[in-house]
């Protein structure tokens, strides 16, 4: 795949502040990307500089390959975590206001935001002013709005905000559907289970700079390790005999056991059906909250 977004080199400093820090990434084309991080990481300002809302002080934004200006900024839908509905507006009308201000015809903005509403149950509710609607119906609200203008780019701050299961995955489905469609989409949430389910790559922000950045694939391999989850009747002091094994820890029904750097892994298969049942034995493979959380105590205590 090919990028449509990079970001080369970018700084931002609020006087003896850095918001931002040299930071670097790729977004490929027609992906889910998660850009991650605590509070008070950066992203925020990351986004706010790629939607042109502030400067960056270094540095350099492309899109398609191009450098990002107001022209190309206008292909891109934003849902920002502050939301911005003006509460008074009737629900359609507050639509076609938005498409208009994306270069929609009122009528074409009007056709579009109405399909959209009975899409999303939400039909019924098109005279009805802004603040008659739930948290989570104005998130949907807000959401058709980002898209009425069919950008080849979203940027989604905390999307699912507000939001019920039902409609969680409802949203989650939608993203899916306009990826296969060639649409990209940035994701910055820190709901991790969703990540997990939806991006194919991450970039993790922490004091102001990237720490994490490739396929989540490839980094839910590298913080795997030789480590593996077994479950058999052997107990966990005869298990942490076995050949190449360094700890053995709980997991659930299971243990975790991890093997020194370089032991082949099919040596312990070996030793370990000569001395007990097996009923299973898998690679570890742990999940974007356990990344998460080492990576980011990993870079604190390398200050």
């Known amino acids: 795949m090919d990028s449509i977004l990079q970001l080369e080199g970018v700084n931002k400093r609020y006087g003896d502040h850095q918001a931002v820090d040299d930071i670097s990434f790729e977004v490929q084309r027609g ?66 206001f938005l ?34 609607l739930s948290k989570g119906m104005q998130q949907k609200v807000q ?16 999307p699912f905000s507000g939001l019920d299961p039902i409609n969680t995955r409802e949203l989650k489905d939608l993203m899916l559907a306009m990826t296969e469609e060639g649409v990209t989409i940035v994701l910055s949430t820190h709901m991790l289970p969703q990540v997990d389910e939806l991006c194919t790559h991450i970039c993790l922000i922490n004091r102001a700079r990237p720490i994490l950045d490739g396929t989540l694939a490839n980094i839910r391999k590298d913080y795997g390790g030789n480590t593996w989850v077994i479950r058999s009747d052997m107990q966990a002091a005869a298990l942490a005999d076995l050949p190449g094994v360094t700890s053995v ?44 959380i080492r990576a980011v105590e990993e870079d604190r205590h390398a200050q």
């Open 99 to 132: 498409g208009t201000l994306r270069g929609l015809a009122p009528s074409e903005a009007k056709k579009r935001s109405f399909a959209w509403l009975e899409r999303f149950n939400l039909g019924e509710w098109a005279t009805h002013k802004v603040e008659d």
């Open 249 to 292: 820890r709980p997991l659930r029904e299971d243990h975790l056991v991890e093997l020194a750097e370089g032991s082949d892994p099919r040596n312990l298969v070996r030793a370990l059906v000569d001395r007990a049942s097996v009923e299973s034995f898998t690679r570890f493979v742990p999940d974007l909250e356990n990344i998460f």
């Open 31 to 96: 992906s889910v990307f998660g850009l991650l991080g605590p509070n008070g990481a950066g992203k925020t300002t990351t986004i706010r500089i790629v939607m042109r809302i502030i400067a960056a002080d270094s540095g350099r934004v492309t899109f398609d390959g191009q450098p990002l200006d107001d022209d190309r900024r206008r292909l891109i839908g934003y849902l920002p975590e502050e939301r911005g509905l003006y509460k008074k507006m009737k629900v359609l009308e507050h639509l076609v």
């Open 143 to 158: 959401f058709i709005g980002t898209i009425l203008h069919r950008p080849k780019l979203m940027i989604l701050d905390e």
